[in-house]
């Protein structure tokens, strides 16, 4: 079992840059998968980005080359660096964990872009 807990959501201007980070309540070093996912009002919850234990990075395409998915395992905290943020990324960004096939998600933090 994991506990999930996110930070660093906030209101920002468009073009601006907000940096989530996902505290974990154990180490996070043999977590096979964590990542970042959101879901804005009306729509389904979609993968934002995602790093494996051995650091490969899945990011979704509305996102490529502006946001950067992170961890320190050292601090048990995976980070979401968004840059160029638009008002399309106004969500609420969930932490999500997978372990052994199970999956465990933080409560999230909301993200507002305006324009």
């Known amino acids: 079992q994991v506990q999930l807990v996110e930070s660093g959501g906030g209101l920002v201007q468009a073009g601006g840059s907000l940096r989530l980070s996902c505290a974990a309540s154990?180490?996070?070093?043999?977590?096979?998968?964590m990542g970042w996912y959101r879901q804005a009002p009306g729509k389904q919850r979609e993968l934002v980005a995602a790093?494996?234990?051995?650091?490969?990075?899945t990011y979704a395409d509305s996102v490529k080359g502006r946001f950067t998915i992170f961890r320190d395992n050292n601090k048990n905290t995976v980070y979401l660096q968004m840059n160029s943020l638009n008002p399309e990324d106004t969500a609420v960004y969930y932490c999500?964990?997978?372990?052994?096939?199970?999956?465990?998600w933080g409560q999230g933090t909301q993200v507002t872009v305006s324009s």
């Open positions: 999500h964990a997978d372990i052994l096939d199970r999956n465990y």
């Open positions: 154990r180490s996070i070093f043999s977590i096979n998968a």
């Open positions: 790093i494996t234990s051995g650091g490969s990075r």
